[in-house]
Nanobody
Framework: VQLQASGGGLVQAGGSLRLSCAASGNIFSINVVGWYRQAPGKERELVATITTGGSTNYADSVKGRFTISRDNAKNMVDLQMNSLKPEDTAVYYC?????????????WGQGTLVTVSS
């Protein structure tokens, strides 16, 4: 199983970016998926998660600006990021609970860098 993240880049403050993450491999089922980020010198933190049924959870710092969505048929999850701030600069990682047989385990994508200039 692999998670491939894409969509990072350099953007000015106030701009938007859309991150995508695609899961591939011998996938039986995907449960909760989410995005995390890690800024230089800081610990990795939760950005947003979404369940199979579409229930979402956001960090307070991104509420109202970021939107997480998923396409269960395509095994993909997106993160639409609007009104970006310099403090959103980080490496963003997708994460998913994936079952290849009967048991779920966590998988991480490789990370994609988002840089927001002031």
């Amino acid at each position: 199983v692999q998670l491939q993240a894409s969509g990072g880049g350099l953007v000015q403050a106030g701009g938007s970016l859309r991150l995508s993450c695609a899961a591939s491999g011998n996938i039986f089922s995907i449960n909760v998926v989410g995005w995390y980020r890690q800024a230089p010198g800081k610990e990795r933190e939760l950005v947003a998660t979404i369940t199979t049924g579409g229930s979402t959870n956001y960090a307070d710092s991104v509420k109202g600006r970021f939107t997480i969505s998923r396409d269960n048929a395509k095994n993909m999850v997106d993160l639409q990021m609007n009104s970006l701030k310099p403090e959103d600069t980080a490496v963003y990682y997708c994460n998913a609970d994936i079952a290849t047989t009967g048991f779920y385990r966590h998988y991480w994508g490789q990370g994609t860098l988002v840089t927001v200039s002031s």
